[in-house]
């Protein structure tokens, strides 16, 4: 089955730092999903990746995609404290995983100091 | 964006009694949504696939007579736990896919059991 490596597994940056979080997979990647939780809360989701070399930002997070499609980043700069959370990597169980649920990674608790 | 809800948010029963949480896509269709189970500073655990009008997908190590899972509508699908002891104790999220565009699944807010 497919495992997700995250790391770091905790981080504490202090505001206005830049950071970057990884997810490592042990076989090719379908479809790559970054999602944000508050602990105890739902889901928040950020982006999708699906192409080896795929890139997308939104505000001032960017999801990076290798071009081997094993390996994604997920970059933030200038951090605030609306950013602290717990993030989280998913990925398809199958190729076109449409029908299928996410295999997550343990997640990076990220805390920022004022 | 497309907005999953969950009921109810928090339950606390005695342990033998059996809960029910809802998963209830709000503006959009979905054939199949996933429940999830997160222990305290631990990941989401896939532990089954609801499929519209059809038997439940289970995850392999779950029980499929301890949660039970029906999926009766497009909107709706209901996980209930039989006979809860307290090592059900947990954080379960729903999550479903719009069946017209299932790039992303739209997550619920979860529901915390808690069982004494």
């Known amino acids: 089955s497919q495992e997700l490596e995250q790391s770091p597994q905790s981080l504490i940056v202090q505001e206005g730092k830049n950071l970057t979080i990884n997810c490592t997979s042990s076989?090719?990647?379908?479809?790559l999903y970054w999602y944000k939780q508050k602990y105890g809360e739902g889901l928040i989701f950020l982006m999708m990746l699906q192409k080896g070399g795929e890139e997308k930002s939104h505000e001032k997070i960017t999801a990076k995609l290798d071009e081997k499609k094993q390996q994604s980043s997920l970059h933030i700069t200038a951090s605030q404290p609306s950013h602290a959370g717990i993030y989280l990597c998913?990925?398809?169980?199958?190729?076109?995983?449409?029908?299928?649920?996410?295999?997550f990674g343990k997640g990076t608790h990220l805390i920022i100091q004022p | 964006g497309a907005v999953v809800s969950q009921h109810p948010s928090w339950v606390i029963c005695k342990s033998g009694t059996s809960v029910k949480i809802e998963c209830r896509s709000l503006?959009?269709?979905?054939?199949?949504m996933f429940w999830y189970r997160q222990f305290p500073k631990q990941s989401l655990m896939l532990m089954a696939t609801?499929?519209?009008?059809?038997?439940?997908?289970?995850e392999q190590g779950v029980e499929k007579d301890k949660f039970l899972i029906n999926h009766a509508s497009l909107t709706l699908s209901t996980l209930t736990v039989t006979s809860a002891h307290p090592e059900d104790s947990s954080f379960y999220i729903c999550s479903a896919r719009d069946r017209w565009t299932s790039d992303e699944q739209f997550f619920g807010p979860g529901t915390r059991l808690t069982v004494l």
């Open positions: 076989k090719t990647l379908y479809g």
């Open positions: 998913g990925a398809d169980k199958v190729a076109g995983g449409g029908a299928d649920g996410l295999t």
């Open positions: 609801s499929n519209e009008g059809s038997k439940a997908t289970y």
């Open positions: 503006d959009f269709q979905a054939t199949t």
